[in-house]
């Protein structure tokens, strides 16, 4: 069964250390989002691409966050430079391209295994 | 705050005995809900989900089901394992774009 990868798994830093963090959704699957998940809470979203395009950005911090999705496929979340705040899981999840899913219904968002921050 | 987010609602059942996990959303246009399990360190796992025209949905052992006048969903869990120990959380989606907005999420106990 398709899976979304996500890599590391594990990352401790040191803050205003840079960090990064990537994805690779299903394959095919045109949108792929990042949500960041604090310990006890539901994953919140970051950022969301359609193909290589930002759809919504507008809870990612940009002063400190940046993502890209150069080739519409995989993609990269980074933080420059980290603070004792953003430790957090980081999820990263996609769904299908509308109309190309074969399931009934295309906004299911299938999520990876995450990376887990540790700012120290 | 971070110190609510800890102390997550809980329901211990009994192995063998059906669990009901409840969730209140919040946006009436709201036209797509989904169900995830989500394991210790692991990410979000999806149960079942279910569109705004429809009041149930059934899938293997879990069943959802969706009351649009006072905006409730929950899902039935039959017959639960302790395999099915976790925190549950439900998610709904506006009628304009894919972003899912999580509820707080409630954590299920199995007792053997």
């Known amino acids: 069964e398709a899976e979304v990868a996500q890599s590391p798994r594990y990352k401790i830093t040191e803050k205003s250390q840079a960090v990064a963090f990537w994805c690779d959704p299903i394959?095919?699957?045109?949108?792929l989002y990042w949500y960041r998940q604090i310990l006890g809470q539901g994953p919140e979203l970051l950022v969301q691409?359609?193909?290589?395009?930002?759809?919504?950005d507008s809870q990612l911090p940009k002063d400190r966050f940046s993502a890209e999705r150069l080739k519409g496929v995989d993609s990269t979340l980074k933080i420059q430079p980290a603070e004792l705040g953003d430790s957090a899981m980081y999820l990263c999840?996609?769904?299908?391209?509308?109309?190309?899913?074969?399931?009934?219904?295309?906004?299911?968002?299938?999520f990876g295994p995450g990376t887990r921050l540790l700012v120290l | 705050g971070e110190s609510v987010g800890l102390h997550l609602p809980t329901l211990s059942v009994q192995e063998g005995d059906n669990s009901i996990i409840n969730c209140a959303y919040s946006?009436?246009?709201?036209?797509?809900f989904i169900w995830y399990k989500q394991e210790s360190g692991k990410g979000p796992q999806f149960i079942i989900d279910?569109?705004?025209?429809?009041d149930k949905r059934q899938g293997q052992r879990v069943t959802v089901l969706l009351n649009k006048t006072v905006k409730h969903l929950s899902l039935q869990i039959a017959a639960t394992q302790p395999g099915d120990s976790a925190v549950y959380f439900c998610?709904?989606?506006?009628?304009?774009?894919?972003?899912?907005?999580f509820g707080s999420g409630t954590r299920l106990l199995v007792r053997p």
């Open positions: 691409f359609q193909d290589e395009s930002v759809v919504d």
């Open positions: 279910i569109r705004s025209n429809m």
């Open positions: 394959s095919g699957h045109a949108t």
């Open positions: 946006n009436s246009a709201s036209d797509y």
């Open positions: 999840a996609s769904s299908p391209t509308p109309g190309t899913s074969g399931r009934e219904y295309q906004e299911t968002q299938y």
């Open positions: 998610a709904e989606k506006g009628d304009s774009s894919y972003k899912l907005i």
